[in-house]
């Protein structure tokens, strides 16, 4: 038998982190799109698409976020508790999560500035920092799915 | 690095891709309907929604292949209540979500036509984007593709 028998506390934080990873992946991509929508058209238009990456930034994307980054936690502190040794596989995620938190934070910051000045230089940064986050996270789960090393 | 890994590796990212993709074209379609939008912008959110088809196909295509041979690399039975719900589950939202993604294609032209002819408000539109019905296979079928991450967690019985 391959798979990994895990004990079934773990099922309710592993689901919560497996749920927000999912929804933080489809939050991200949908700002990147809207986002890179959002750099071309006329103004009017222009605003509106980069109004929305900012919404589903901060109405999707962060509690998403928080889910993900809160489940990891939880099942981290059961698998290897009172600050025993992680593996390099999960210092990936928290490489992707912790770095990861500020890039999410700058994007917003620039996406709520995008979404008020058609003019500003900087949306061109909100749909390509949401791609390499997108990047980042696929780097996260293949660490913690082929857990490389371990 | 063996065999098991990588299966796995590829297996999850099938369901990041589908779970992905059905969590944008979620956003995508509420954007369109919480708010009384002029055509042009609900085309533009559909026009937008088409990203999500592919990663959706492939999503399905990984996550129901490389699962099935898991299964057997992984030493688990095919006849497995666990297995067996899954894949149900799995035939069911693909069904649905077939069946949504053809309406909704048919509401994203509607929108598109109603733009080049003026943009004004429609309500055969709006009645579109509303429709009780499809609004539930819609989302049943994105809540059958969760449970099925729920059922992959769990492994009741297993």
Known sequence: MLAIVRPDSWNLPLFLHVLGATLTFGATATVALLGFAGLRGDPERAIWLRGLAFRIGGYVLVPAFILMRG???????KEYPGGAKTPGWLDVGFIVTEPG?????VMLILAWFAARRPSFRGAVAVPWLASIYLVALGIAWFAMSAKPGS | ??????LLFLHVTGAFFLLGG??????LN??????NRPPSQVASLYGLIRFAVPLIGAGLLLTLVIGLWLVHEADYGYGDAWVVTAIVLWVVASVLGNIDGKYQRKTGDLAQRLAAEGDAPSSELRARLRAPQALAISYASGLMAFAVLGIMIWKPGA
């Open chain 1, 71 to 77: 489940g990891a936690q939880w099942i981290a502190d």
């Open chain 1, 101 to 105: 938190a500020i890039l999410v934070i």
């Open chain 2, 1 to 6: 690095m063996n065999l098991y890994d990588w």
């Open chain 2, 22 to 27: 059905i969590v944008i074209a979620g956003i």
């Open chain 2, 30 to 35: 509420l954007a369109a309907i919480t708010k």
